[in-house]
Protein backbone atom coordinates (compact mmCIF):
# COMPACT_ATOMS: atom_id res chain seq x y z
CA UNK A 1 0.00 0.00 0.00
CA UNK A 2 1.62 3.05 -1.42
CA UNK A 3 -0.64 5.25 0.20
CA UNK A 4 -2.65 5.38 3.57
CA UNK A 5 -6.18 4.58 5.03
CA UNK A 6 -7.45 6.69 7.86
CA UNK A 7 -10.43 5.10 9.76
CA UNK A 8 -12.94 7.11 11.24
CA UNK A 9 -15.46 5.16 12.71
CA UNK A 10 -14.86 1.57 13.58
CA UNK A 11 -17.93 0.35 15.79
CA UNK A 12 -19.65 -2.36 17.06
CA UNK A 13 -23.29 -2.10 16.45
CA UNK A 14 -26.24 -4.89 16.62
CA UNK A 15 -28.02 -3.84 13.64
CA UNK A 16 -26.13 -2.02 10.73
CA UNK A 17 -28.83 -1.16 7.81
CA UNK A 18 -29.08 1.12 4.91
CA UNK A 19 -31.60 1.70 2.14
CA UNK A 20 -31.04 2.91 -1.69
CA UNK A 21 -27.29 2.14 -3.41
CA UNK A 22 -25.37 5.01 -1.42
CA UNK A 23 -27.95 5.60 1.61
CA UNK A 24 -26.18 6.69 4.85
CA UNK A 25 -25.93 3.69 7.12
CA UNK A 26 -28.51 3.48 10.45
CA UNK A 27 -26.37 2.34 13.24
CA UNK A 28 -28.52 0.67 15.33
CA UNK A 29 -27.86 0.07 19.34
CA UNK A 30 -24.22 0.98 18.98
CA UNK A 31 -22.80 -1.56 21.94
CA UNK A 32 -20.05 -1.26 24.04
CA UNK A 33 -20.94 -4.29 26.80
CA UNK A 34 -22.09 -7.96 25.54
CA UNK A 35 -23.96 -9.65 28.45
CA UNK A 36 -24.22 -13.58 28.66
CA UNK A 37 -26.08 -15.82 30.62
CA UNK A 38 -25.47 -15.83 34.76
CA UNK A 39 -24.77 -19.76 34.11
CA UNK A 40 -22.62 -19.31 30.66
CA UNK A 41 -19.56 -21.27 30.15
CA UNK A 42 -17.05 -20.56 28.67
CA UNK A 43 -15.40 -20.60 25.82
CA UNK A 44 -18.56 -19.38 24.03
CA UNK A 45 -19.45 -18.38 20.67
CA UNK A 46 -21.23 -15.29 19.40
CA UNK A 47 -23.09 -15.91 16.01
CA UNK A 48 -22.04 -12.29 14.45
CA UNK A 49 -20.77 -9.16 14.67
CA UNK A 50 -21.31 -6.51 13.26
CA UNK A 51 -19.15 -3.62 12.71
CA UNK A 52 -19.18 -0.50 10.93
CA UNK A 53 -16.07 0.79 9.36
CA UNK A 54 -15.68 4.17 7.59
CA UNK A 55 -12.47 4.56 6.04
CA UNK A 56 -10.38 7.24 3.78
CA UNK A 57 -7.90 5.90 1.28
CA UNK A 58 -5.56 8.60 0.79
CA UNK A 59 -3.87 6.54 -2.71
CA UNK A 60 -4.23 3.77 -0.90
CA UNK A 61 -5.51 1.28 -4.07
CA UNK A 62 -7.51 -1.87 -3.17
CA UNK A 63 -7.39 -2.82 0.56
CA UNK A 64 -7.97 -5.64 2.07
CA UNK A 65 -9.36 -5.64 5.63
CA UNK A 66 -8.38 -7.93 8.42
CA UNK A 67 -9.95 -7.58 12.20
CA UNK A 68 -8.45 -9.04 15.52
CA UNK A 69 -10.06 -10.19 18.96
CA UNK A 70 -7.91 -9.91 21.75
CA UNK A 71 -8.87 -10.23 25.57
CA UNK A 72 -7.08 -8.29 28.56
CA UNK A 73 -5.98 -11.19 30.20
CA UNK A 74 -4.30 -9.35 33.19
CA UNK A 75 -4.05 -5.71 33.48
CA UNK A 76 -1.69 -4.09 30.10
CA UNK A 77 -1.82 -7.62 28.73
CA UNK A 78 -3.89 -8.67 25.91
CA UNK A 79 -4.24 -12.73 24.33
CA UNK A 80 -5.03 -12.83 20.73
CA UNK A 81 -8.44 -14.57 20.78
CA UNK A 82 -9.64 -14.70 17.05
CA UNK A 83 -8.41 -13.31 13.53
CA UNK A 84 -10.51 -12.52 10.75
CA UNK A 85 -9.59 -12.20 7.55
CA UNK A 86 -12.31 -12.13 4.38
CA UNK A 87 -10.64 -12.35 1.24
CA UNK A 88 -13.86 -10.76 -0.35
CA UNK A 89 -13.61 -7.77 1.41
CA UNK A 90 -11.45 -5.29 -0.52
CA UNK A 91 -12.29 -1.75 -0.40
CA UNK A 92 -11.84 -0.41 -3.98
CA UNK A 93 -9.73 3.03 -2.88
CA UNK A 94 -8.23 4.37 -6.34
CA UNK A 95 -4.43 4.56 -6.84
CA UNK A 96 -4.27 8.61 -6.50
CA UNK A 97 -6.73 10.90 -4.42
CA UNK A 98 -8.97 10.80 -1.40
CA UNK A 99 -11.84 8.47 -1.49
CA UNK A 100 -13.99 7.70 1.82
CA UNK A 101 -15.61 4.43 1.73
CA UNK A 102 -18.25 3.39 4.72
CA UNK A 103 -19.17 -0.45 4.74
CA UNK A 104 -20.29 -3.23 7.12
CA UNK A 105 -17.94 -5.68 8.41
CA UNK A 106 -19.31 -8.69 9.46
CA UNK A 107 -17.51 -10.97 11.85
CA UNK A 108 -18.58 -14.36 12.08
CA UNK A 109 -18.60 -16.88 15.04
CA UNK A 110 -17.14 -14.39 17.49
CA UNK A 111 -14.95 -17.01 20.28
CA UNK A 112 -15.20 -15.11 23.98
CA UNK A 113 -13.50 -16.85 26.20
CA UNK A 114 -14.34 -15.12 29.55
CA UNK A 115 -15.82 -12.16 30.98
CA UNK A 116 -13.57 -8.90 30.72
CA UNK A 117 -12.32 -6.36 28.48
CA UNK A 118 -12.18 -7.18 24.87
CA UNK A 119 -10.69 -5.23 21.97
CA UNK A 120 -11.28 -5.67 18.31
CA UNK A 121 -8.60 -3.76 16.08
CA UNK A 122 -8.53 -3.28 12.42
CA UNK A 123 -5.66 -3.58 9.95
CA UNK A 124 -5.61 -2.96 6.39
CA UNK A 125 -2.66 -3.93 3.59
CA UNK A 126 -2.68 -3.46 -0.25
CA UNK A 127 -5.12 -6.11 -1.64
CA UNK A 128 -2.56 -6.90 -4.82
CA UNK A 129 0.24 -8.42 -2.29
CA UNK A 130 -2.16 -10.75 -0.91
CA UNK A 131 -2.83 -12.45 -4.37
CA UNK A 132 -1.69 -15.80 -4.29
CA UNK A 133 -1.96 -15.90 -0.59
CA UNK A 134 -5.40 -16.95 -0.49
CA UNK A 135 -8.21 -18.21 -2.23
CA UNK A 136 -10.58 -15.57 -3.48
CA UNK A 137 -13.44 -18.00 -3.39
CA UNK A 138 -13.66 -18.80 0.35
CA UNK A 139 -15.79 -17.06 2.02
CA UNK A 140 -14.48 -17.85 5.72
CA UNK A 141 -12.22 -15.23 7.63
CA UNK A 142 -9.10 -17.96 7.86
CA UNK A 143 -6.36 -15.17 7.67
CA UNK A 144 -2.98 -15.44 5.68
CA UNK A 145 0.35 -15.85 7.16
CA UNK A 146 1.62 -12.36 6.72
CA UNK A 147 2.64 -10.39 9.13
CA UNK A 148 2.50 -6.74 7.05
CA UNK A 149 -0.76 -5.25 8.34
CA UNK A 150 -1.34 -1.60 8.83
CA UNK A 151 -2.84 -0.47 11.97
CA UNK A 152 -6.42 1.14 11.46
CA UNK A 153 -8.17 1.65 14.77
CA UNK A 154 -9.44 -0.25 17.98
CA UNK A 155 -12.74 -0.80 19.39
CA UNK A 156 -13.00 -1.98 23.09
CA UNK A 157 -16.40 -3.71 24.78
CA UNK A 158 -16.82 -5.55 27.74
CA UNK A 159 -18.42 -9.04 28.02
CA UNK A 160 -20.31 -9.64 31.54
CA UNK A 161 -22.65 -12.20 33.06
CA UNK A 162 -26.47 -10.49 33.39
CA UNK A 163 -28.02 -10.52 36.45
CA UNK A 164 -30.64 -13.57 36.56
Known amino acids: MTGRVDVMQWVRARTISASGSRAPFNLLEVAHHYAVPGD??????????????????????????RARLHREARPYHWELVQD?????????FPETGTLVYEV?????HVRLI???????????????????????ERT??????????????VDYFVVNRSEP
Open 40 to 65: TEFPRTAPQFNMYLRAAGRAAGPTAV
Open 114 to 136: GVGLYALTVYFRCADELEGHWDR
Open 140 to 153: DWDPPDEPEWAFGA
Open 104 to 108: PVNLP
Open 84 to 92: FVNPNLVLP
